[in-house]
Structures are given as C-alpha cells and as structure tokens.
C-alpha cells in the first residue's frame, strides 16, 4: 500500500486538530483532562489547534493525502515563538477544564529536554485506520529529514500502545515516566540523531 503524504497549511489547520482531539479522545491523560465523555474531542481539537497552528507556522505539520492521519512537529533547536494570545486561547478552548490544561503544560515543560531537537507533539491516525502502517509512514517520512541533518528528537508517548511503536522506531525511554494527578502516564523519549548527519 502507497501512502501518500502532503505538508498541512494553515487552510488544513482545524481539520487536523479535530483528527488529533477525536483520535486522542480515549487515552488515560485525555479522559482526566476532559472528565465529561461528551465535552472531550471538541475540548481536545479546540486545545491541539492552538499547537497546530504554531506548527504550521513555525514547524512542519504532515498528513495522509486522505486525511486520516496526521504528525505535528515543532523544532526545539533554537527560539520557538510562544503561542500568540496563548492564555485566552486555552481559556476558550478549554473552559471548566483549563487549570487541567495548565497541569499538564507544566509538567511537560519540567520533562522537557534542553538539548536541541524536533519535538513529535501529535502523532494521531483515525481510529478505523489504525494498524496498518500509516503512523509509521509518517514517522519514517519526518525521521528521513532529521537523520539527513542529524537532529534528534523527543516526545511524550501516552499509551503503551504508542510507546511501543515509538521503540520500533528507535527511540528510547529518556527515565521514567512522568504522571498526572490521576495516575496516568506519559513516557518521555529521545530518538538520537544519526551519526554523520550535517547538524540543524
């Protein structure tokens, strides 16, 4: 199977968070996120758009030409522009629900590595499309750009399920795992750049 892969504009931007929201919907960290089953994707989507438009504007943001699945990365190898308006925008996007928010960009910023990378926020493949390669398609894609220029990269797996794909595809567990208050996990990983590669 051909798997067709295009770069996301910003015309792209709100389908690709309403994929990343509807797919993450079921995961541990989302469901104490957004306790209300029904609130969760359109809270989750209105959340990720925030960090999909900072990708597609200072990052790279691919997708399926069919649209079923999407990788959002975000190049952590010098200054990376905060979120323009980011307090209103997380407030109206997650309402009730925000200091939740708030929790979990805490802990991701004291789990973050210093040293320069690409960081993988959203890998997410339409739940009907899963198991068939397409999220290692879209791994491979991007991993072929950062071993050309030999530049690591990082990202918070938040399932087991993802964690393992994630070893598949060299990267490893960068310590333990790091939990919300509910008990549920992310495993931070680094994948290291390729030796030989020309640097960022």
Partial sequence: ????????????????????GTAFA???????????????????????????????????????????????????????????DYDERLAAACGRWTDRFRTLDTLFEQNHPEEPHHHLAFLATRSDKRSQGIGSSLLSYY????????VPAYLEASDPRSRDLYLRHGYELLGEPFTLPSGAAFWPMWRPAKAGGAGN
């Fill in 26 to 84: 079921d995961l541990p960290p989302t469901e104490w996120l957004v306790p209300v089953e029904e609130d969760r994707a359109r809270v989750l989507s209105a959340n990720f758009r925030i960090v999909v438009d900072l990708a597609v504007a200072h990052g790279e943001v691919h997708m399926t030409a069919d649209r079923v699945a999407a990788a959002v990365w975000l190049p952590r190898t010098g200054p990376l522009p905060e979120p323009e």
């Fill in 143 to 150: 991993h072929a750009y950062l071993d050309q220029h030999g």
């Fill in 1 to 20: 199977m051909t798997i067709e892969i295009i770069k996301a504009g910003p015309d792209d931007a709100g389908s690709v968070a309403e994929l990343i």
